[in-house]
Structures are given as C-alpha cells and as structure tokens.
C-alpha cells in the first residue's frame, strides 16, 4: 500500500511563509507525477500546483502563481510546497497526491487520483 503523509502545516501571518512536506512510501509501479491540493470549509478541493517526476516540468493554479513553489526529491521520496507571502484565502486543509502519469493532468478537472495523503492545516491570520 503507498502512503502519503503531509506535514508542516500551522497558523501563520498574513504574508509570512510555510513549508509543506509530503512524503510517499510503499511500493509505487511507475514514475508519478505528484501534487498539492486544497479545500476550505464549505468548498470544493481545488488545484493548487503538480510537479513532473522529473521535476522539470511544473503547474499552478492562478490564485497561487509567484507565491508558492513546488518541487521534490525523488531519492527522499517529497514533495515540497513552498509558500510565501501567504494571504487568508490561503486557509485550507492541504492534500497531496500522486498520479501515474503526467503531472500536467492533475490541473484537469474530472481527472482522479492515485493515492491520497489525510492533509494539513494551513490557517494564514489577517
């Protein structure tokens, strides 16, 4: 069974930075394409970045473009979400994922998902 589990989560202030960390383990059959997602109460979980295995190709959502940054290492297994200059909307519970196959589809709605992680709380404070 693979697993995901994310951590880094915590309450920071408006226009402070956070640091996310997702780490897979299990057996996997392929390369993957990893991703971060989100969901506020009372919305629908919504794309937030997905990143190549290779880690040379990269996407985000407009809401996060200039401030959050993806990347991973392979050989440790992560993902990273780098977060600045936060904002309240930022608010969510953060969910990673993996998908087999090419990251650029994790942006595309109606495509599902692997595997999932269970998710941390960001709260950005205005």
């Known amino acids: 069974q693979v697993q995901l589990v994310e951590s880094g989560g915590g309450l920071v202030q408006a226009g402070g930075s956070l640091r996310l960390s997702c780490v897979v383990s299990g057996r996997t059959f392929s390369t993957y394409a990893m991703g971060w997602f989100r969901q506020a109460p009372e919305k629908e979980r919504e794309f937030v970045a997905a990143i190549s295995w290779s880690g040379s190709s990269t996407y985000y959502a407009d809401s996060v473009k200039g401030r959050f940054t993806i990347s991973r290492s392979n050989a440790k297994n992560t993902v990273y979400l780098q977060m600045n200059n936060l904002k309240p909307e930022d608010t969510a519970v953060y969910f990673c994922?993996?998908?087999?196959?090419?990251?650029?589809?994790?942006?595309?709605?109606?495509?599902?998902?692997?595997?999932w992680g269970k998710g941390t709380l960001v709260t950005v404070s205005s």
């Open positions: 994922a993996v998908k087999y196959g090419a990251a650029q589809a994790m942006g595309v709605a109606g495509n599902g998902m692997d595997y």
